[in-house]
């Protein structure tokens, strides 16, 4: 990853987390870790958005709510499952109303550790993500072309 | 009069960091109804009582919610002591305390920069929580985590906190003043600020009762409620009073949780002079039976513990009634009548933690 051609813009969604990823993800933006500066702001549109951000788990109530996201975004698009719980359920696995990881209902791109995660790795793998997304932008204009 | 219409809100709504849906009935612009319906953070921690150990669970416990997390995992402590007689030394009691009241700092600071960003002052929002980040960092220091702590044991506390780094909170906590007055002043004063808040939401004082509204909700509307006068931990030995504001309206809503900034500040002030020389914790051997109660001031209001053990590792059922979940009632009285453009400011005022609700 170079540069970027554009400004990518992410949507952040709290699948069942305790919260703790989630105002993580929210300390980002603000002046301190201030993730503006790559360009990145937070939209409430699926429609706008090129990075998912995910936090927590998916159970049975939000696992189409996940979906329907998903699949409003635009490609090309990247998922970024942020926290131990989105990675795998983390300390709340073994609940009965926890499925597991977004990677069951969602492909996921990055992954990143942490319970809960702090914000330098949760910029991290949104830095990573502008990678796999650059990445997916080329892969899609060379189908274009062929 | 115009038709009845249904206006879905949430779960995923820009206002809402968590996922929490009504629908709104709407008649013109204004709402006659709002149906909300919940379930989209439950994860079922509360019957992970079977799986976990009693003193494992703590961390669990403070996994209901990221926010309230140091109160979370100290009531569930301070629920198994109780049943296992267990004489907590004091000065784990005070640094209960002050992280208790540090949470209740950060957790205030972020919801008064959420209720800024959903009356669209976007630059309110950055500069509070600029400010808690200072209070994160003092955190960080003295636990090792930004949010989620695991500080607390049962029997006492897992990290000591000598006079040097006291003495520097201290320090912090007077030079943040300044700056947290400036912003503060701005939620107080500021004439658009006001406009998106006097007035909007009312909740009477007969209403706040009879709906069994609690924590800052309560206060706002006049009822002088507040679980640490029962003294748990060190409050007993500290001075304070609740503090309540007669208009009940988002406005007060928003001036009680500033007062309650300042007011924790003071508390750990005075805890931090009071704070005794000794052990820090003690060993707790055998496993617990019986059960208890236990009643904690949380930011959002009060919270209930209920614990019961058998006698084995693992507990027969651990049950937390959370503030936010006795707010909903109150908050979709205040809804039905409100404007529609009001709705994201009267759902933010009562502070909703929906993670710490669904569990």
Redesign the interface.
Known sequence: MSFLKKSPWLIH????????????V??CL???YDIERFGIIN????KHADIFLIT??I?H??EP?VKN?YNQMPNPKVVVAVGICATSGG??A?????KGGVDKVIPVDVYVPG??A?PESIIDGVVKALGVLEEKYKNIKKKDHH | MGEKIVVPFGPQHPVLPEPIHLDLVLEDEKVVDAIPSIGYIHRGLELLTTKKEFTEYVYVAERICGICSFIHGQGYCEAIEKIMNIEVPRKALFLRTIWGEFSRIHSHLLWLGLAADAFGFENLFMQTWRIRELILDIMEETTGGRVIFGSCKIGGVRKDVDREMLSKMFKILNNIMEDLRETTDVFINDYSVKHRLVGVGVLSKELAYSLGAVGPMARASGIAIDMRKQGYAAYGELDFAPITDESGDCYGRCVVRIKEIFQSIDIIKQAISKVPDGAIDVKVTGTPSGEAFVRFEQPRGEVVYYVKANGTKFLDRFRARTPTFANIPPMVSILKGADFADVPSIILTIDPCISCTER
């Open positions: 969604y709290d699948g069942s987390s305790c919260n703790g990823c989630d105002i993580e929210l300390a603000t002046p301190v939209t409430g549109n699926p927590g788990s159970n109530q939000n709510i996201i300390i709340f073994e609940c009965y109303n926890v319970c809960a702090r």
